[in-house]
């Protein structure tokens, strides 16, 4: 049998042994404590992210709520509430998304309202839808143009050109984008042409006109600006395109009245109005200023 002595030893070996398996530690054989740093670590490893939260869809727009916004934005535009009728067409299109017609409507009435990025957007997803409504690419490049994007608006003008080659209005907004891109030949021919085809468009014998001042030749201007101000007489920067022809081929006088005009139809820019003061003494020695047409009204 064993001794007293020996069943003690093993209790006191059984006893360590079962310590260091709970996990007991230094001298005073109490539990292992994590740090702080450890707890931080394990709530980390075990705190789920949420799934993000998407944002609710617009509720799409039945046929019914499409077609009397429809009804309205029509009614609208014909009345000359642009932002109004934006707003109408705009549900209306979310109701009818293969409505080539429908977005260019919207597309116009964006674009009367000041919206032309909205007007581009709108025009560019009729135009997808179909390209061969020439009013849709030509009302595309009169947008392009009035942006600054002459490019675009070139590309759009071709665009047209492709569906009638003989649209005075899609040659307008060629010869403007080549004009401002640097291309004043082709942009002579161009609207040339355009006017052959329209002699009674005035928006093209502006162009044409501002064009011809630009390359030096008042006097050939004269002839398509005095068109211009026949048939558009209340538009601002006709009446100061012609005060700059007149001007720059002597005729003072007349320059004071057509600068007297262009203040009197809106002066945009307020160009006529610092011409007439000049001619009236105050800047003698300032060249005539020119503002240019942009024909931005879509038709």
């Known amino acids: 049998m064993r001794s007293a002595a020996t069943r003690s030893t093993l209790v006191v ?8 398996l709970c996990g007991c530690s230094g001298a005073s054989g109490e539990p292992a404590r994590p740090g702080p740093q ?3 670590v394990e709530q980390s490893a075990v705190k789920s992210t949420p799934a993000p939260v998407a944002a609710p869809e617009a509720a799409p727009v039945d046929a ?17 509430r642009y932002e109004a009728a934006a707003k109408s067409l705009a549900t209306a299109a979310k109701g009818r998304p293969t409505d080539a017609y429908g977005r260019y409507l919207l597309g116009l009435a964006l674009a009367r309202s ?4 909205g007007a581009e957007t709108a025009l ?3 135009a997808g839808l179909d390209g061969t409504r020439i009013k849709t690419w030509i009302n595309l490049a009169r947008v392009r143009n009035d942006r600054g994007d002459r490019t675009g608006a070139l590309d ?3 665009h047209a050109l492709a569906v009638d080659a003989t649209s005075a209005d899609a040659l307008h907004q060629r010869g403007r984008a080549l004009m401002e891109l640097g291309r004043a030949d082709e942009a002579a021919d161009t609207l040339t042409k355009a006017r052959e085809i329209a002699p009674d468009n005035g928006y093209v014998a502006n162009t044409l006109g501002l064009l011809l001042i630009d390359r030096g030749t008042p006097q050939d201007a004269i002839p398509h600006l005095e068109t211009a101000r026949t048939l558009l007489p209340n538009v ?12 720059r081929t002597g005729r003072l006088s007349d320059a004071k009245l057509e600068y007297l005009a262009a203040v009197e139809a809106g002066d945009t820019g307020g160009k006529a109005a610092r011409s007439l003061a000049r001619l009236g003494g105050s800047h003698p020695s300032e ?3 020119t503002l240019v047409g942009t024909n931005a009204q879509p038709q």
């Open 13 to 20: 070996l059984f006893t360590a042994s079962a310590a260091t």
């Open 38 to 40: 450890t707890v931080a």
């Open 64 to 80: 019914r709520t499409a077609k009397l916004a429809w009804q309205d934005g029509v009614a609208q535009f014909d009345q000359g």
């Open 114 to 117: 000041g919206d032309l990025s």
């Open 124 to 126: 560019v997803e009729s």
């Open 156 to 158: 759009a003008a071709d």
């Open 236 to 247: 601002a920067y006709v009446r100061n395109n012609l005060g700059v022809a007149y001007e």
């Open 287 to 289: 060249s005539p200023e």
